[in-house]
């Protein structure tokens, strides 16, 4: 066994992707989670790896670049998409899993390590030698703390919302039909019809609706994951070019003026989240509005929706080309706190951050990866993009080297012979 001992604090997507790399290498890895110890105002549940929010993880093909980057993990050895492939569940082109089951595979992967020492703890003071800080976007003052008093610069947020979730149960399936977008593969969505009078309907009373108190006066937004009355906000039509689009969702011959989505939540296929709609409405007004949605007027809910400030740091002024602190190189950031934005772009970093520290620790000469691939180009942009207006990067072929110029399968070739080389160097 390898002697050296790393700390890593968070036991989320990039935490345990860091953990499980790092134990098979065999370190002394000790895991620092503060839930069951402290409440987190997004998770519901102690398991390591859990999301939040929707249950898909996104595009599966490989002419998507979050379903590249997904392959891309696939080949550096990623926990996270083996759970996935252990929690799958029907969700047309989409990767849509079981939470429950995702999480609790990641969840016992970890705790069957005999070298992953795991402190339920909520740490609030810098441990002593290599550290992975994988907190993620609702990490508390302690740790943004303690990161700018390394640094010297303070962090940033935006607000993030989720989706809630509906007991299939509870839904008149004389109004909705089952069918996937342009008939992606499989029928596995519940779709909610709507007529012109229904959907303006629904969108008054959605623009007029009672929202929960932010407690603050910033309300930045992330561009992609607005919420669904924001969306509304910004015109009548927005929705049905976005959320509600009907394009594709023909039943029957009959087309209609907007559609709602809902994809499967859970293995046994009880659970719906209704897509696209994360929220910032109050409960009571999320039960009220969400009611005029044909086939969800008496819909039960598991779960509603809720809203949170997603907290990240000055990245391109702060981290260098290995996401270690430009001002204390043993301490590293991963996951969506270092600037990335989405589950699989999190559990991406927290797997490179393993790699590059295992490289780092056996004095190794490290090359980055490099920004042919997906994650390399994340990486790059959040490291080397001008520092004014930092905000966080999702996957995009327009940050990839000669990603957009190229045709697509050349693109994804030379991506995925960068991680292959990366790997085996
Ligand atoms: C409300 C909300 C909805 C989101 N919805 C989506 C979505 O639908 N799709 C998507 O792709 N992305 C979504 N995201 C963004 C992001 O992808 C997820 O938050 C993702 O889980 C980030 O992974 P992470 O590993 O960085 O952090 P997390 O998965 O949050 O893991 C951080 C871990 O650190 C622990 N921790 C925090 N502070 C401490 C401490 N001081 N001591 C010890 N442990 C600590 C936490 O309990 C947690 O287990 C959402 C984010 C939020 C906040």
Not at 21 to 45: C, D, I
Request: with cysteine; hydrophobic share 35%.
């Amino acid at each position: 066994m390898n002697k050296a001992k790393i700390n890593i604090i968070g036991a989320g997507l990039a935490g345990s992707e860091a953990a499980n790399f790092l134990a098979n290498k065999g370190y002394e890895v000790h895991l620092y989670e503060k839930r069951p110890v402290a409440k987190s105002p997004a998770h519901h549940t102690d398991l390591f790896g859990e999301l939040v929010c929707s249950n898909s993880l996104k595009n599966k093909k490989l002419d998507n670049a979050c379903g590249l980057l997904k392959e891309e993990i696939r080949h550096l050895g990623s926990l996270m998409m083996e759970a996935a492939d252990k929690s799958a569940v029907p969700g047309g082109d989409s990767l849509a899993v079981d939470r429950t089951v995702f999480a609790e595979y990641i969840t016992s992967k970890i705790k069957n390590k005999k070298n992953i020492i795991i402190h339920y703890e909520d740490v609030n003071e810098l441990k002593d030698g290599y550290t992975i800080i994988a907190t993620g976007p609702l990490s508390d003052s302690n740790i943004l703390n303690i990161i700018a008093n390394i640094t010297g610069e303070k962090s940033f947020g935006f607000y993030d919302a989720s989706a809630p979730i509906i007991e299939k149960s509870s839904i008149d399936f004389s109004k909705v039909f089952m069918k996937s977008r342009y008939n992606q593969g499989d029928d596995s969505y519940i779709d909610c019809p709507m007529n012109k009078e229904e959907y303006l309907n629904f969108y008054n009373e959605l623009i007029n609706a009672k929202k929960a108190d932010l407690h603050s006066f910033d309300t930045d937004y992330f561009e992609g994951c607005l919420p669904i009355e924001v969306i509304a906000s910004r015109g009548v039509d927005t929705l049905r070019y976005g959320p509600l689009k009907p394009k594709g969702l023909e039943h029957n011959g009959e087309e209609f003026y907007a559609v709602v989505q809902l994809r499967q939540d859970d293995f046994a296929g009880n659970l719906y989240n209704l897509v696209g709609f994360q929220t910032n409405l109050t409960y009571g007004e999320q039960k009220r509005v969400f009611s005029l949605i044909p086939g969800l007027e008496n819909a039960k809910y598991y779960r509603y929706g809720l809203m949170h400030r997603n907290s990240y740091i000055y990245a391109p002024k702060v981290l260098d080309d290995y996401l270690r602190l430009k001002n204390n190189k043993n301490v590293f950031i991963a996951g969506q706190l270092s600037g990335v934005e989405g589950y699989v772009e999190s559990a991406a970093t927290g797997l490179l951050v393993a790699y590059y520290l295992d490289a780092i620790i056996q004095e190794k000469p490290i090359k980055t990866l490099s920004f042919y691939s997906i994650l390399g180009a994340l990486v790059r942009y959040i490291t080397h993009t001008g520092i004014n207006n930092f905000s966080p990067m999702n996957a995009n072929f327009g940050i990839v080297y000669k990603g957009t110029k190229d045709p697509k399968d050349v693109v994804i070739a030379r991506a995925l012979k960068a991680i292959d080389d990366f790997k085996n160097q």
